[in-house]
């Protein structure tokens, strides 16, 4: 049932901080096991990390924080993509797959190659027995609960949990992270469910009033640089299946290059700042598109209080870590989609052209 909400979308956007502690408990049930994954990831000459749609949007989250804090090459690859990658695959590397459903017929592909090349496989999955897992050498799975709106939202803050978890210890086991910040961050893991429920609370009926805003516009690009990446990314996947505005993601910097042609007087920029260091890099492109007349809409940490005075509208968010906040920042994303699809008459739960599960290839 929808348990009082109006549709399956907003009930699961509700469940996260639910979603998030069930993955974070049976992270720590299965402590032992973690532990020889964890291990098995740190001795890898390379990863590669492969899903489709929000699966890989996690995937490339993970990418990032795997390359930045435990020094391993690891490249995110698109799983329909993956098997023009797989050339120089072989036994010293990992592949993981991540699939909400497991059932996802791309990326089993994927995993079939990379076992066949002789890669160790690792399933990351919210259903437990499907295909995927059972086909990987390794599963791990979410534990969400099961997500009915054709939308990923529970699974993705719970897949980027499970994700930075384990990045956090095999960052640990490679001692390229110190014990004490190792601890530090794993506690933060474990505010989350407290800090997505405030998010939720102080951010919903204001994005259902920016919801207004966009409601009658045909495009948007969504910008951001180093975890604001797959940020956007997600976000204009969401506005993209439910709302139906076309909606583009790019790396702020190559904004420039191209897409900024575009741009005229209301066209919407959303950029996602996930740090500070991203924050420098950015202001500049957010000037580039002020300065064409561009609606601009910042998602940010709070403590960048310029952004406030560059931006059209600004969602001045808590400051999170490089771990936290994939599950954090993607909260008004989801809300914004959400609420722009409902304000445009559509029903989310219902997304024309989509199946929950995509088994053709
Ligand atoms: O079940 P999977 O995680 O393998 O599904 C992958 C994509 O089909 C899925 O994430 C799709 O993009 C969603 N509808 C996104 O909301």
Request: glycine share 6%.
């Amino acid at each position: 049932s929808k348990g009082g909400y109006r549709h399956y979308m907003l009930k699961e956007i509700h469940e996260q901080p639910y979603a998030v502690s069930m993955t974070l408990s049976s992270l720590s049930e299965n402590i032992e096991y973690i532990d020889s994954v964890v291990k098995l990831i740190a001795k890898a000459d390379r990863v590669i990390i492969t899903g489709a749609g929000t699966s890989f949007h996690a995937g490339y989250i993970a990418a990032l924080l795997l390359n930045r804090y435990a020094d391993i090459f690891v490249l995110p690859i698109i799983s329909s993509e993956a098997m023009w990658w797989m050339n120089s695959v072989g036994e010293k590397d990992i592949v993981i797959a991540i699939s909400q459903s497991g059932e996802t017929i791309d990326t089993l592909k994927a995993v079939r190659e990379a076992r066949r090349r002789g890669a160790l496989t690792i399933a990351i999955s919210n259903v437990l027995d499907s295909t995927i897992p059972r086909e990987s050498d390794i599963a791990l799975y979410t534990n969400a609960g099961p997500e009915i709106g054709v939308a990923a939202t529970k699974t993705f803050t719970a897949q980027v949990v499970l994700l930075s978890y384990l990045a956090i210890n095999v960052a640990r086991y490679r001692n390229t992270l110190r014990e004490s910040e190792a601890i530090e961050y794993i506690n933060s893991l474990k505010n989350l469910p407290t800090q997505i429920r405030n998010v939720l609370n102080i951010y919903e009926a204001r994005i259902a009033s920016i919801a207004n805003e966009i409601r009658d516009k045909q495009n948007a690009f969504f910008l951001g640089r180093g975890l604001g990446l797959p940020l956007s990314m997600e976000g204009a996947l969401k506005l993209k299946e439910i709302a139906y505005i076309h909606a583009e993601a790019y790396p702020a910097g190559e904004s420039k290059h191209g897409p900024i042609a575009l741009v005229e007087e209301g066209f919407p920029t959303i950029f996602t700042i996930a740090s500070s260091v991203e924050g420098e890099l950015i202001r500049s492109n957010i000037e580039e598109m002020k300065a064409r007349g561009s609606m601009t809409i910042a998602v940010y940490p709070k403590n960048l209080e310029d952004i406030e005075k560059l931006v059209r509208i600004s969602i001045k968010m808590p400051i999170a870590n490089d771990f936290t906040v994939g599950a954090l920042y993607i909260v008004p994303h989801q809300l914004l989609a959400y609420y722009t699809s409902v304000k445009r008459g559509f029903d989310p739960d219902k997304p024309r052209n989509l199946a929950k599960t995509v088994t053709v290839f």
